[in-house]
Structure formats: C-alpha cells, structure tokens
C-alpha cells in the first residue's frame, strides 16, 4: 500500500483546514461563510481521503473488510487531527468565537421578546455549556467518526464490488 500518498493527503489537507480557518478570521468572515466553507471542505476532505486510502488499499487485493478497516484507521487519523486543530484553533486562535455567537444568540433572544435579565442569563448559561472548544471539539469528532465510517464503507462498496463491472 502507498501509504505515504495518503499520509500526505491526511497532513496536508489538515494543513489546509488550518489555513482556511485562519484566512476566515483575519477576514473577519469566520461566523458567516467561515462556518459553511469550513464544513464543505471537510466533507471534501474526507470523501476523498476515505476514496484514495480504499483504492489504494484495494489495489494490493485485499478483502473487503481488510480495506474497510485500514481505511477506517486513515480516515479515523484525518478525523482525530482535524479534533485537535479545532480544538487548538477554538482555544488559542479565535478564544472570543464563542463569546460572540452566544451575543449573536442572546440578542435574537431579546429581539424575539425575552426581555427578563434572569431569563436571558439562563439562556447565556446553557449555551455556554455547549459553545466552548471542549464541547465544539466533540461534536466535531463524533461527526467525523460517523462520516468516516459512512464514507469508508461506501467508497470501498464502490470501488471493490461496482467499479470492476463498469471497467469490464
């Protein structure tokens, strides 16, 4: 197996989160279209990474539940070091991201008719439970995993039972 051209695939497409992250807060642009793009190029990133580990790992005739699960561990890297640059990213990089969205949400509260301070500081407490790095790291984990899951079975489905009858 290549694994050197997937290990790239994995350092340098998490490289490019990294940057894309960073572009989108010197920008100024992270709680609008940052949000958005940074999800579309992880979904990116992993359907190809889980496409390009399968195929590789297919290439040496391997079972299907051999490819599935080296693929999984590649994808399953990407997704851990993707968990601790968001983590990282949320923690020392943008600190006041989650300050802001909860004033984002605590506004549209107000503006929706919550008008009551102890109202409005129970609904501070409770995002403030979810909106942190800690929680925001998880989540992006727990998605990840699923995705990778998902798209490691499909793309080894695809590539070693239906891609032989398209090329026969």
Same mark, same amino acid.
């Given at each position: 197996m290549n694994s050197k051209k997937i290990n790239l695939w994995i350092i340098y %497409?998490?490289? %490019?989160?990294?940057? *894309?992250? =960073? %572009?989108?807060? +010197?920008?100024g642009l992270q709680h609008d279209m940052g949000k958005k793009a940074s999800m579309i190029f992880l979904l990116f990133l992993l359907v190809t990474i889980a496409y390009i580990a $399968?195929?590789?790992?297919?290439? #040496?005739d391997a079972s299907f539940w051999s490819a599935v699960r080296? /693929?999984?561990?590649? /994808?399953?890297?990407?997704? *851990? +070091?993707?968990?601790?640059?968001?983590y &990282?990213?949320?923690?020392? =990089?943008? $600190?006041d991201f989650f300050a802001t969205e909860i004033h984002f949400k605590l506004k549209e509260y107000y503006k929706n008719g919550t008008t009551d301070r102890?109202?409005?500081?129970?609904? $501070?407490? #409770?995002? #403030?439970?979810?909106?942190?790095?800690? $929680?925001? &790291?998880?989540?992006?984990?727990?998605? *990840? /995993?699923? %995705?990778?899951?998902?798209y490691t079975l499909f793309s080894t489905l695809i590539l070693k039972y239906i891609r032989p009858k398209f090329l026969k």
């Open positions: %497409g998490s490289l %490019g989160f990294l940057l *894309l992250k =960073i %572009g989108f807060y +010197l920008s $399968a195929d590789e790992i297919l290439k #040496q080296k /693929t999984l561990r590649k /994808t399953m890297l990407f997704s *851990l +070091l993707i968990t601790l640059i968001t &990282a990213y949320y923690q020392w =990089i943008d $600190a102890s109202e409005l500081l129970k609904h $501070a407490m #409770q995002m #403030q439970q979810i909106l942190n790095p800690y $929680a925001h &790291a998880l989540i992006t984990l727990m998605t *990840l /995993t699923i %995705g990778s899951i998902f």
